[in-house]
């Protein structure tokens, strides 16, 4: 009976679509994307034929009235009625409407990211985050965090939106088929210095500016061949066509008293859109940004992340598998978490290449250059090594690592990447020497690795350095670096008589997410001053002076100015004297990994990366 009275409508439709004076056109019944099977049935795809067909008869109806007369008009309708049902049968085979994931895949899924005694605080953590701007005005160019979980997420998608916002914004207004998802190609990173009135961006180019970073990010993670994106059975369709306000009514009424405890709760609400074309990736998560603003935002892009690599190309970039990606036992995303949407593989450590241990084994790192980058204070505390490819991304943007947050620091100028004659040299030696490195990040050589070092760097040592380096049967690069300053240029040394090579002073700012009190920006009230807890933003002046000795730095020239009163070391001692007083946070060492040497300035409270 429903598949006659269907057929009876449509050639209802059809036969008004022929009407000189059309009548008010009946429409299909909205479906019900709340119980939307898994994959679409025979029936379903004559159902959605159906109303395709009678979507483009109401559109020509509109147009028969002005037609010729009926019988060359009836021609000219049926042959262009042929066309646009070819059309909408090529769109919908084009775009997946939303399936849901299998039992397998699901219970896969959720066992990856949570492991199998999760707690209901960490889920509840994943299930409370949206992606969504600050509203304070000082930093509304960046995402608030209100949970402490899945700030991994949120770093890694401030990290991408302020390398649109800063570095492309003229960029924002366009969308191009099938656009690059690097867009360094279209300006050089050389003499660009962004804007720092972080308030004048609008919402629109903040928008379009989180819709391309979520783009660019699924596209790296699909190996810029798909992506996937991940919204809810209970809401994806049912906010189209929705203006402002009511948006984020029908999705708190939708996410009300929603709860993901299990893979059967993810599969019950999860459905997967995948796509081909970067242009179609933009619009629907252009249309589905209030779902991502949701409180399950994070969670949803996470999930699209992780499909848009593959689960089980996700399970193979992994040293152990086993183990889930949010961590126990405060539900913290994992370093594989954040090095997937850096650099789209969720491989565990954050040196360059991969590791060969014998016997066939072998540790993941980067294997690329990135968009933005890394740093952490393990590295600090010697815990790891960063490698040249997150230290040195293409855009002065880096993810900051401590050990239970993640936050953002970035610079306007580009030119803080550029490497001056000694930081170039040491790059060059450096990056030979971790090449040879075979300890993790140790930092030590075997004396045959040494001497490849030597031969690929063009340094010749004298024996009695060379011996002295070598008597301990491995190479230390601390003790190596010292030996290279003492050395002439000609014998491939780094010896500086002006004491000047090294320097340079800039600017960085640093984005904590997470809503702490904010001194500094205090409102008055009968009672004295309470502190505004919002985002903090911080701007700090980097100096890196000239002397490239770390003892010589962090005793501040006094064991240089307490040499017997010679005059050289005194001249030495003034020029690598700080012109501002050090002043120490965490950061200042995030920093330090980055820049040697680096003294750090700030007005105000102390940047906090925790």
């Known amino acids: 009976m429903a598949d006659q009275q269907e057929e009876e409508d449509l050639r209802m439709a059809l036969r ?49 009235a002005k037609s010729a007369p009926p019988s060359s008009s009836q021609s000219k309708n049926e042959r262009s009625g042929d066309f646009e049902m070819k059309e909408a049968e090529k769109k919908a085979k084009e775009v997946n409407l939303g399936n849901e994931l299998s039992d ?20 509840a953590q994943w299930s409370n985050q949206g992606i969504r701007f600050s509203p304070d005005p000082e930093t509304s160019m960046g995402l608030v ?29 366009k969308v191009v088929a099938n656009m690059p998802q690097n867009l360094n190609s279209r300006r050089s990173k050389s003499q660009y210095v962004a804007s720092n009135n972080f308030s004048a961006f609008t919402e629109d180019a903040k928008a379009r500016a989180l819709v391309k970073s979520m783009s660019e990010m699924l596209f790296l993670c699909g190996n810029n061949k798909r992506a996937v994106i991940a919204t809810l059975s209970v809401i994806s369709n049912g906010i189209e066509g929705s203006e402002g306000s009511s948006k984020d009514v029908i999705i708190a009424q939708a996410l009300e008293g929603l709860s993901i405890e299990s893979a059967s709760d993810l599969q019950k609400v999860l459905r997967v859109d995948r796509y081909t074309s970067p242009t179609s990736a933009f619009k629907r998560l252009e249309a589905m940004i209030p779902i991502f603003q949701s409180r399950m935002g994070a969670l949803l892009f996470l999930i699209s992340a992780l499909l848009s690599r593959g689960l089980d190309c996700v399970q193979a970039d992994r040293d152990d598998p086993s183990q889930p990606l949010v961590t126990a036992p405060f539900g913290h995303a994992s370093q594989e978490i954040v090095n997937l949407l850096l650099c789209g593989q969720a ?32 590295e600090s505390l010697n815990f790891c090594k960063v490698g040249q490819n997150l230290k040195c991304p293409r855009w002065p943007i880096w993810v900051v690592g401590s050990e239970s947050h993640y936050t953002v620091l970035f610079a306007l100028d580009t030119a803080v990447q550029d490497e001056n004659e000694l930081e170039e040299r040491e790059s060059q030696i450096r990056k030979a020497f971790d090449a040879q490195d075979q300890s993790g990040g140790g930092g030590f050589i075997s004396v045959e690795a040494f001497h490849q070092v030597l031969r690929e760097t063009s340094i010749r040592l004298p024996s009695e350095k060379l011996d002295s380096l070598c008597n301990s049967g491995f190479i230390v690069w601390s003790e190596f670096w010292q030996v290279i300053l003492d050395l002439d240029k000609n014998l491939g040394g780094l010896k500086d008589s002006t004491g000047q090579m090294g320097r340079k002073i800039f600017d960085l700012y640093h984005f904590n997410g997470i809503a702490k009190s904010d001194l500094n920006g205090s409102q008055a009230t009968a009672e004295g001053e309470t502190p505004v807890q919002r985002p903090r933003l911080t701007k700090l002046r980097v100096s890196v002076p000239p002397r490239w000795t770390p003892e010589e730095f962090m005793a501040d020239a006094a064991v240089a100015s307490g040499n017997a009163g010679s005059e050289s070391s005194q001249k030495d001692a003034e020029v690598a004297k700080p012109e501002q007083p050090h002043q120490h946070a965490p950061l200042a060492d995030c920093i330090r990994t980055r820049w040697p040497r680096a003294v750090c300035n700030w007005i105000g409270d102390p940047p906090s990366i925790v």
């Open 104 to 123: 397998k895949e699901a219970h896969q899924l959720f066992a990856m990211v949570f492991g199998t005694g999760v707690s209901k605080d960490i889920l």
């Open 347 to 378: 491989v565990p450590n954050v040196f360059d290449g991969r590791m060969d241990l014998g016997g066939g084994m072998f540790l993941k790192g980067i294997s690329t250059s990135v968009e933005v980058g890394f740093l952490t204070l393990l």
């Open 16 to 64: 008004m679509s022929m009407q000189n004076s059309p009548p008010e056109p009946k429409r299909s019944k909205p479906r019900d994307t709340a119980i939307l099977p898994a994959t679409t049935t025979p029936e379903e795809s004559r159902q959605l034929q159906r109303e395709l067909m009678a979507a483009a008869a109401e559109k020509r109806m509109l147009a028969a």
């Open 145 to 173: 965090q209100h949970e402490g979980g899945p700030c991994g997420v949120l770093a890694t998608i401030q990290a991408f939106v302020l390398k649109h916002l800063l570095f492309f914004p003229d960029e924002l207004g």
